[in-house]
């Protein structure tokens, strides 16, 4: 079965600092990719996706993440983190090579310290 | 453009209670998501539809659970009769016809005493 793997619970960083969190899936074939953020109390919000092409996919807010078909990882990274990205955030591949039907990680939450 | 409406957007109720939640979807979307979120098993897709007709209900964990999308503009869950274990925060998601993004409505959190 398809699944998705956040490795880290928790990351804590100090602000300016870069970030990466990392994201593994399973899935045989070219899968459909997304990270999602949420913030305390509200919905998720797509930061990027990634479907076929270029592996490096730029997002909102500053975010990229890189699809890396041998290390069935899409990494996402910040060069600089703002107070403002503390939230948690998820990792979702599309259902059978879909992009409806979304099976989403267990999230990372990020802290940033000022 | 509103973005995806739900409501109400916290819910307490006693266990046995039925529970009717409300989304309205963004216009011109025609595929709708319910979500549920718990700290133990993460979001879970309960079920879709695509142009007001359900085309994946397998989320759904028991009979105790319906959804009905009667228009492209308004869809309910309800849970009859409601159980402690049923508290989590659902969410009601919206894509357009060209598909490749979920746009999230805000949640209902709901807690059955």
């Known amino acids: 079965a398809q699944s998705v793997t956040q490795p880290d619970i928790h990351i804590t960083v100090s602000e300016g600092a870069s970030l990466e969190l990392r994201c593994n899936y399973s899935?045989?074939?070219?899968?459909?990719l997304f990270w999602y953020v949420q913030s305390p109390g509200q919905g998720l919000q797509l930061l990027l996706k990634y479907f076929s092409g270029d592996t490096l996919v730029q997002g909102i807010k500053g975010f990229e993440a890189e699809f890396k078909r041998s290390q069935s990882s899409f990494n996402l990274r910040k060069p600089s983190v703002h107070w403002s990205d503390a939230a948690e955030y998820f990792c979702a591949v599309g259902e059978s090579g879909g992009y409806n039907k979304l099976i989403f990680g267990a999230g990372t939450r990020l802290a940033v310290h000022p | 453009d509103a973005g995806v409406i739900q409501s109400p957007r916290h819910e307490v109720t006693e266990m046995g209670q039925e529970v009717t939640l409300r989304c309205k979807p963004i216009s011109g979307h025609d595929y709708l998501f319910w979500y549920r979120q718990t700290m133990m098993r993460g979001l879970e897709l309960l079920i879709y539809f695509n142009n007001n007709v359900p085309i994946d209900d397998s989320g759904m964990p028991e009979d105790r659970f319906s959804a009905k999308m009667p228009n492209a503009s308004f869809s309910t869950l309800k849970i009859q009769p409601s159980e402690p274990r049923d508290s989590a925060v659902y969410f009601c998601?919206?894509?357009?016809?060209?598909?490749?993004?979920?746009?999230f409505g805000p949640g209902t959190r709901l807690t059955v005493l």
């Open positions: 899935y045989g074939a070219t899968p459909y």
């Open positions: 998601a919206s894509s357009p016809p060209s598909g490749r993004a979920l746009y």
